[in-house]
């Protein structure tokens, strides 16, 4: 079991899904969001859910973030307010497994000089990897320049990125057809 905190976000707009996408139903669970707080609680000692007001209908350790603006950067600020480092992870890939995390988390302890530790397959995976606290200046800078994109601050930052081949497991649910996609897969 890691001790790092691990943080869901799951506070965002779901507009390319048309409803909110961490309350839809996944596997045996109510929601996205109590799939993936569930199984990640097998694998950290404390797990958090990042959002804007518990809408979820079952305990757990929440993070609010009241700001009107819906952006994971946002969040960051607040989650600080509480950690010095984190895992960070995106409600919408409930694929991403153990060996993913543990590889980040082993990359971190080697390297705890950095601003992140991020994913990365042919593409980068900001909510899926590792932040400290010294990234900070940068992401309240970049708020203040209403720039809000993640993989910006990223690579403003002094940032690690751990490659992974299979794309499938980094699989995000944005539109609808992914979410039929992801039901279809087994669990």
Do not use: W
């Not at 649910?173 to 669990?187: C, G, Q, S, V, W």
């Amino acid at each position: 079991m890691h001790n790092l905190p691990c943080v869901i976000f799951a506070g965002g707009k779901s507009s390319r899904m048309k409803k909110d996408k961490s309350l839809l139903p996944f596997g045996k669970y109510d929601s996205l969001a109590k799939f993936q707080y569930e199984r990640l609680k097998k694998l950290f000692s404390k797990v958090y859910i990042s959002t804007k007001e518990n809408k979820f209908g079952f305990e757990a350790d929440f993070i609010f973030d009241e700001s009107k603006i819906f952006a994971p950067t946002i969040a960051f600020e607040r989650i600080f307010q509480k950690f010095n480092e984190f895992f960070a992870i995106s409600v919408d890939t409930p694929f991403v497994d153990e060996e993913i995390i543990s590889k980040l988390i082993e990359t971190f302890n080697k390297n705890k000089n950095y601003d992140a530790i991020i994913a990365k397959t042919t593409y980068i995976h900001p909510l899926v990897g590792i932040y400290t606290k010294s990234i900070l200046p940068n992401i309240t800078k970049e708020i203040e320049n209403k720039n809000f994109k993640l993989s910006y601050i990223l690579k403003n930052s002094n940032t690690i990125y751990v490659n992974f081949e299979d794309e499938s497991k980094f699989f995000n649910i944005n539109y609808p057809d992914d979410y039929k996609k992801a039901l279809e897969k087994n669990f």
